[in-house]
């Protein structure tokens, strides 16, 4: 049987695999590994829920939260917030962990639910684990007064706003900020936040009904956001995913800045503030080399990780580093968040274009992006991609004609069936080019295996 916790969580479509049963017996065996097993006596242990605004979450969060109240669990029900927004709270609450409902980025359909730890960190494998194989266990029953209560968390989202705005280096007055909440959970707080900081906003994306979520819109659909950001003339523009926990960017004239741009230029700004621990930023081995060459020029190292937040955050937590991330716009602020922080990124982005007086296009130009081809191989058995000599020399071939100007990155997804090709070139053509001879290798290498097992 594979393993029902993800990469993020349990993640899958509502009413599929991600039933109201399933919910209630997660929330269950929770209650026994993150709360009973580590209560420390002080009264019944205590959890924060929230969710994004999607249909299903209405009767996954019910089931939740009926699962943990009735195993002894005193409920703090957050509403519709943030995945950053959850985590924090249970820090600032001191709470035994946090419940997340959301399946981020994905389409309306899908859910997901994802637990967070005392001090709002995300779980390791073991105990992620050990709630999965407490599923098919008996689960508490405690009667009377032992039973868990569920009160509404009043002030959520007004404690993680006070807690964004205590992070800025400097107020933004002057800018005029365009933000696509993407129909999701951000719908609320990030345009607040960034009118309280002085900007002005315009908001799109921002009307959820349930279904809507990152429909066309959002940090996957970036065209409505360039669009009106230079409609409006405004200095930038800030774009969310369905639970707010990634930022893309665009500049004033509708160009996109990406999870690489932006972390180069809030690692400079870091470093040139003394704030960055060790002169170094966390990524992953996606990002893109020219992310490498712009920070070793200004003497930041940069620390590669596999693919993933959470090799991110466990390169951070262990080195004690202070800012990571991702291409796709998860970074983290390990000062300010225990997690990628979507809203928390665009503030601090935009903070830079008001500190420096210079507009984020011209900020972005800190690192020249390489030409980047990526090819999703599909049909093939990726567990070989490692292991066959057809593919290693083809891609030893692709790093002799590449040289020091490129590189190859070749890997089985660990959220799809497919194997990731990627090439890093001096030019496109050669990207294109490159990445197409080594893609149909793999194609013709890895299916023929298939075939013969």
Do not use: W
């Given at each position: 049987?594979?393993?029902?916790?993800?990469?993020?969580?349990?993640?899958?479509?509502?009413?599929?695999?991600?039933?109201?049963?399933?919910?209630?017996?997660?929330?269950?065996?929770?209650a026994v590994v993150l709360g009973h097993d580590r209560n420390t006596g002080q009264g019944r242990p205590r959890a924060v829920v929230a969710r994004d605004p999607r249909a299903s979450g209405e009767f996954i969060a019910a089931a939740v939260?009926?699962?943990?109240?009735?195993?002894?669990?005193?409920?703090?029900?957050?509403?519709?917030?943030?995945?950053?927004?959850?985590?924090?709270?249970?820090?600032?609450?001191?709470?035994?962990?946090?419940?997340?409902?959301?399946?981020?980025?994905?389409?309306?359909?899908?859910?997901?639910?994802?637990?967070?730890?005392?001090?709002?960190?995300?779980?390791?494998?073991?105990?992620?684990?050990?709630?999965?194989?407490?599923?098919?266990?008996?689960?508490?029953?405690?009667?009377?007064?032992?039973?868990?209560?569920?009160?509404?968390?009043?002030?959520?989202?007004?404690?993680?706003?006070?807690?964004?705005?205590?992070?800025?280096?400097?107020?933004?007055?002057?800018?005029?900020?365009?933000?696509?909440?993407?129909?999701?959970?951000?719908?609320?707080?990030?345009?607040?936040?960034?009118?309280?900081?002085?900007?002005?906003?315009?908001?799109?994306?921002?009307?959820?009904?349930?279904?809507?979520?990152?429909?066309?819109?959002?940090?996957?659909?970036?065209?409505?956001?360039?669009?009106?950001?230079?409609?409006?003339?405004?200095?930038?523009?800030?774009?969310?995913?369905?639970?707010?926990?990634?930022?893309?960017?665009?500049?004033?004239?509708?160009?996109?800045?990406?999870?690489?741009?932006?972390?180069?230029?809030?690692?400079?700004?870091?470093?040139?503030?003394?704030?960055?621990?060790?002169?170094?930023?966390?990524?992953?081995?996606?990002?893109?080399?020219?992310?490498?060459?712009?920070?070793?020029?200004?003497?930041?190292?940069?620390?590669?990780?596999?693919?993933?937040?959470?090799?991110?955050?466990?390169?951070?937590?262990?080195?004690?580093?202070?800012?990571?991330?991702?291409?796709?716009?998860?970074?983290?602020?390990?000062?300010?968040?225990?997690?990628?922080?979507?809203?928390?990124?665009?503030?601090?982005?935009?903070?830079?274009?008001?500190?420096?007086?210079?507009?984020?296009?011209?900020?972005?130009?800190?690192?020249?992006?390489?030409?980047?081809?990526?090819?999703?191989?599909?049909?093939?058995?990726?567990?070989?991609?490692?292991?066959?000599?057809?593919?290693?020399?083809?891609?030893?071939?692709?790093?002799?004609?590449?040289?020091?100007?490129?590189?190859?990155?070749?890997?089985?997804?660990?959220?799809?069936?497919?194997?990731?090709?990627?090439?890093?070139?001096?030019?496109?053509?050669?990207?294109?080019?490159?990445?197409?001879?080594?893609?149909?290798?793999?194609?013709?290498?890895?299916?023929?295996?298939?075939?013969?097992?």
């Open positions: 049987m594979s393993r029902l916790f993800g990469t993020d969580g349990v993640r899958g479509l509502a009413n599929g695999l991600l039933t109201a049963e399933l919910a209630m017996q997660l929330a269950q065996a929770a939260e009926a699962g943990l109240s009735s195993s002894g669990i005193d409920v703090y029900d957050a509403g519709v917030l943030p995945t950053p927004a959850a985590a924090y709270l249970v820090a600032d609450l001191n709470a035994d962990f946090g419940v997340m409902i959301s399946a981020s980025h994905n389409p309306a359909p899908d859910n997901g639910i994802k637990f967070f730890a005392r001090g709002g960190q995300k779980l390791p494998d073991e105990v992620e684990d050990a709630i999965e194989a407490r599923l098919g266990e008996e689960p508490l029953r405690p009667v009377g007064a032992d039973v868990g209560r569920i009160q509404r968390f009043s002030d959520a989202e007004d404690r993680y706003i006070v807690h964004l705005l205590g992070t800025l280096p400097h107020r933004l007055e002057g800018l005029k900020v365009v933000v696509d909440c993407a129909h999701g959970a951000a719908s609320g707080c990030s345009p607040e936040v960034f009118k309280t900081a002085g900007a002005e906003v315009i908001t799109i994306g921002a009307e959820p009904d349930g279904i809507n979520i990152n429909d066309g819109v959002g940090s996957t659909h970036l065209s409505p956001l360039k669009a009106a950001v230079v409609a409006h003339g405004a200095d930038l523009g800030i774009a969310h995913d369905g639970d707010a926990d990634r930022c893309l960017a665009v500049d004033h004239e509708g160009t996109e800045v990406d999870g690489d741009q932006i972390m180069a230029i809030l690692a400079l700004a870091l470093k040139d503030a003394g704030k960055l621990k060790d002169d170094v930023l966390v990524a992953t081995v996606m990002s893109n080399l020219g992310l490498k060459l712009a920070l070793r020029g200004a003497g930041i190292e940069l620390k590669e990780t596999g693919v993933g937040d959470r090799y991110v955050l466990e390169a951070m937590r262990d080195g004690g580093f202070s800012l990571g991330g991702e291409q796709s716009g998860h970074v983290i602020f390990a000062d300010h968040a225990t997690t990628g922080d979507g809203v928390l990124t665009g503030l601090q982005l935009a903070a830079q274009v008001a500190l420096t007086g210079r507009p984020l296009k011209e900020l972005a130009t800190v690192m020249t992006k390489l030409p980047q081809v990526l090819i999703n191989v599909r049909d093939v058995d990726r567990s070989r991609v490692n292991g066959d000599t057809a593919v290693a020399a083809a891609v030893e071939a692709a790093e002799a004609t590449l040289g020091d100007t490129g590189r190859v990155l070749l890997r089985p997804s660990g959220t799809e069936p497919v194997v990731r090709v990627m090439v890093e070139a001096g030019d496109h053509e050669t990207a294109e080019r490159v990445a197409g001879e080594l893609a149909e290798v793999v194609r013709t290498e890895l299916a023929l295996a298939l075939a013969g097992d």
